[in-house]
């Protein structure tokens, strides 16, 4: 079956960037998405289809899906964006997650 | 505004069912596809499913396949996921989330606990 590995943690200081990688086989021909979750709350996306916003997310947020990875990078990085991070990929119907990205605000 | 309401919690022993429901408002119901994400306590995010509620296709992940039905009632535009043959290792938040490809709406989550 299809994997997706990330990184269990990244740690970033306030107003620095944090860069979270998605590892799959070939991930590079899929579209790929992120999510983040907060405790106690549902997931949020903020990118599809690679490195597309949806509206309300803000502009620190961005993506890149290239070769086998896929990249989340939050730009400015604020104390707000501590949380569980997550891509996802979807090929014919079928979606799989990653392993889930802790990051944490110092 | 598009909301997706799921239903409570639940408590259910092992080798029983559950039915989680997930009401959509705010939107065509048939427009979009129905998925369904579910979450240990601690760990990650693990899709279980999809289904179409125009045409009522569905799709299941492999790990779910025998034990998982996905259905929809169009009349009052709510999706259902029923789980059976209940295990302690099916204690999760289980998730509706909205859309093809992405999802950008989510229901609210359903604790379902197994425990005996």
């Known amino acids: 079956s299809y994997e997706l590995t990330q990184p269990p943690s990244v740690s970033v200081s306030p107003g620095q960037t944090a860069s979270i990688t998605c590892s799959g086989d070939k991930l590079g021909d899929k579209y790929a998405c992120w999510y983040q979750q907060k405790p106690g709350q549902s997931p949020v996306l903020v990118i599809y289809?690679?490195?597309k916003r949806p509206s309300g997310i803000p502009e620190r947020f961005s993506g890149s899906n290239s070769g086998n990875t896929a990249t989340l990078t939050i730009s400015g990085t604020q104390a707000m964006d501590e949380a569980d991070y997550y891509c996802q990929a979807w090929d014919s119907s079928i979606y799989v997650f990653g392993t889930g990205t802790k990051v944490t605000v110092l | 505004q598009v909301q997706l309401v799921q239903s409570g919690a639940e408590v259910k022993k092992p080798g029983a069912s559950v039915k989680v429901s997930c009401k959509a408002s705010?939107?065509?119901?048939?427009?979009?596809?129905i998925n369904w994400v579910r979450q240990a306590t601690g760990q990650g995010l693990e899709w279980m499913g999809w289904?179409?509620?125009?045409?009522?296709?569905?799709g299941y992940a492999q790990k779910f396949q025998g034990r998982v039905t996905m259905t929809r009632n169009t009349s009052i535009s709510t999706a259902y996921m029923e789980l059976s043959s209940l295990r302690s290792e099916d204690t999760a938040v289980y998730y509706c989330?909205?859309?093809?490809?992405?999802?950008?709406?989510w229901g609210q989550g359903t604790l379902v606990t197994v425990s005996s």
């Open positions: 289809q690679d490195s």
């Open positions: 289904m179409n509620p125009n045409s009522g296709n569905t």
């Open positions: 989330a909205r859309g093809l490809g992405y999802w950008v709406y």
């Open positions: 705010g939107y065509t119901f048939t427009s979009y596809d």
